[in-house]
C-alpha cells in the first residue's frame, strides 16, 4: 500500500513542479506560448512569380513545388505554422500572373521575414543551341543562346560538398546534385538523348558551367564546379539543400498584418477554457463523488502536463489548436466517466473497494483504448493531408489524446488505489456511488 501512496504523492509533486514551470515561464518570459497568425499577428509577403521559362501545362505544378519548397524553407528557421498560398491575380493588361503568399505568425519585423524567404538559388540545367558555347553569356543572351530549362531545382533531392582534383594537386571544392526519382529519370533521358551537346547549368540566371555531355547520366548525379572557395560552395549547398527554387520570385509587397481574431479572441478561448474545466470538474465532484475528486486532480494534472507540452515542443497554438485542446479535455473525461461506472458495477455485484477498482479498470480499458485509436487514427489523417492550419489542431488533438489516456490509466487508477478503503460500509457505498445511487 505504501509504494501506491508513494506513487501518488510523486504525482502531487510532478504536478506541483510542472505548475512552477508554467507560472516561471510565464512571469520571466524564457518560454512564452506560440501564438499563430490569427492570434498574434505577423507579416505578409507577396511574390511574384516569372512562368517565362515554364510551359502552360506545368504552370500548376511548378507553383506547388514553389509553394511546398517556400514552407519547408520557413519551417527550417523556426516560424511553425506559416501559412503559403497560391493565387492567380489579374493584371492592367488583362494578363493573368501567377502570386505567392507567405504569412509568418509572430514576426512583425519585415526585414526579417523577408530574410528568411532569403535569395534562394534558383538552379537550371539548360541544353545550348549551337553547337559551341558562347565566350560571353549574359542576361541579354542566354535566352537566345540556351533553350528553356529542361531541368530545374525542383526536381533535386540533395546537394552535397565535395572535393576533386588531381593525385598531388589542390583538391578544388565542387557541389554534387543528387535528383529525386522524377528527376534522376529527366536526366538520364535527357543525357542520353543528347550526347555531344552542350549542358549550362545556370544559377539565378548566371551560367555557372557549360560542359559537354560525353555520355548518359544513368544515376541522375551533376556536378557543379566554378572555382569556388570551401565556404563558397558550402553556402551553395546549404542553399540548395534549404530548397531550390522551381521557378524566380520577386517581391512585390509586404505588409505587417495584426491577428484576424486578436488578443479579445485569445482572453476569450482561455475565459472558455477555464469555465469548461470548471463546469466538468463541479459534474465529477456532484456526480461521482470520491472518484469525481480524484479525477479532478488527474485533469488538473493532464491540463499542466499539456500546456508545459505545448512550451517544450513548441506548439503554435492557433484558434483551432485551442478549440482541439478543449475538446481533449472532454475526452480525458470521458475515459474516467467509463472507469468509474464500471467500478461502480463491480461494487454492486459484491466485490471489495479494492477488487472493484482493480476490475473496473479492466473493464474499461478496452473501451478507452478502442475510442482513443480511432481518436488517434482521425487525428494522423488530419495531420497528413491538412494544410497548415488544420495540421495545427490534429497535432494538438492527437497529442492530447495520447496523454489523456496515459494519465486516465496511470494517475487516476495511482489515486485510487491509494486510498486503501477496503470496507464495504454504506457510508463507502455512498462515497463510490454516482448520481442518486447509493
Known amino acids: 500500500m505504501w509504494q501506491r501512496r508513494l506513487a501518488a ?47 502552360a501545362n506545368d504552370v500548376d505544378d511548378s507553383m506547388s513545388s514553389l509553394r511546398d519548397t517556400i514552407e519547408r524553407r520557413v519551417n527550417l528557421f523556426g516560424v511553425s505554422e506559416p501559412i503559403v498560398q497560391t493565387e492567380k491575380a489579374g493584371t492592367f493588361a488583362g494578363a493573368p500572373e501567377e502570386r505567392l503568399i507567405v504569412e509568418l505568425p509572430g514576426i512583425t519585423d519585415t526585414q526579417k521575414a523577408i530574410t528568411l524567404i532569403g535569395e534562394t538559388p534558383v538552379l537550371e540545367f539548360r ?30 533531392e540533395s546537394a552535397q560538398l565535395q572535393f576533386e582534383g588531381q593525385t598531388g594537386a589542390l583538391n578544388q571544392p565542387v557541389v554534387v546534385l543528387h535528383f529525386d526519382t522524377a528527376g534522376k529519370k529527366l536526366f538520364a533521358e535527357l543525357t542520353k538523348a543528347n550526347v555531344g551537346r552542350y ?18 547520366i544513368p544515376d541522375g548525379t551533376a556536378v557543379i ?7 563558397a560552395a558550402k553556402e551553395l549547398a546549404r542553399n540548395l539543400n534549404y530548397g531550390a527554387l522551381p521557378v524566380p520570385i520577386e517581391l512585390i509587397s509586404t505588409q505587417t498584418v495584426s491577428g484576424t481574431l486578436g488578443a479579445e479572441a485569445v482572453n476569450d ?31 488538473v494534472l493532464y491540463i499542466a502536463l499539456m500546456l508545459a507540452l505545448f512550451k517544450i515542443i513548441p ?31 463491480e461494487l ?47 497535432l494538438v488533438f492527437g497529442l492530447g ?19 486503501g478503503v477496503e470496507a464495504r460500509s454504506g457510508f463507502t457505498r455512498f462515497l463510490f456511488g454516482s448520481g442518486t445511487h447509493i
Open 9 to 55: 504523492a510523486a504525482l502531487l509533486v510532478l504536478g506541483a513542479a510542472l505548475g512552477w514551470y508554467l507560472y516561471s515561464s510565464e512571469m520571466t518570459g524564457s518560454r512564452p506560448f506560440k501564438l499563430g497568425l490569427d492570434l498574434s499577428g505577423g507579416t505578409q509577403l507577396v511574390y511574384r512569380a516569372d512562368l517565362s521559362g515554364i510551359t
Open 127 to 156: 541544353l545550348l543551341k549551337g553547337s559551341t558555347p558562347p565566350e560571353a553569356i549574359t542576361a541579354e543572351n542566354v535566352n537566345e543562346l540556351f533553350e528553356p530549362a529542361a531541368i530545374t531545382g525542383k526536381d533535386l
Open 199 to 216: 549542358f549550362g547549368i545556370f544559377l539565378d540566371g548566371s551560367a555557372i558551367s557549360v560542359p559537354v555531355i560525353r555520355e548518359a
Open 225 to 231: 564546379s566554378g572555382g569556388f572557395t570551401p565556404e
Open 269 to 299: 478561448g482561455i475565459m472558455a477554457g477555464v469555465w469548461g474545466v470548471g463546469a466538468v470538474v463541479l459534474f465529477m465532484l456532484l456526480w461521482y463523488r470520491l472518484p469525481g475528486v480524484l479525477s479532478a486532480l488527474a485533469l
Open 315 to 345: 506548439v503554435t497554438l492557433t484558434a483551432a489548436g485551442i478549440a482541439a485542446f478543449i475538446l481533449s479535455i472532454g475526452m480525458a473525461v470521458d475515459a474516467n466517466i467509463l472507469i468509474f461506472e464500471r467500478t461502480k458495477e
Open 348 to 394: 454492486e455485484n459484491g466485490k471489495n473497494t479494492k477488487d472493484a477498482i482493480a476490475e473496473g479498470f479492466a473493464r474499461a480499458w478496452p473501451s478507452i483504448r478502442d475510442s482513443n485509436i480511432s481518436s488517434m487514427i482521425t487525428a494522423v489523417i488530419l495531420f497528413w493531408f491538412g494544410t497548415s492550419l488544420i495540421k495545427g489542431f490534429a
Open 401 to 419: 489524446v495520447l496523454v489523456s489516456m496515459l494519465t486516465a490509466i496511470t494517475i487516476s487508477r495511482t489515486f485510487l488505489l491509494a486510498l
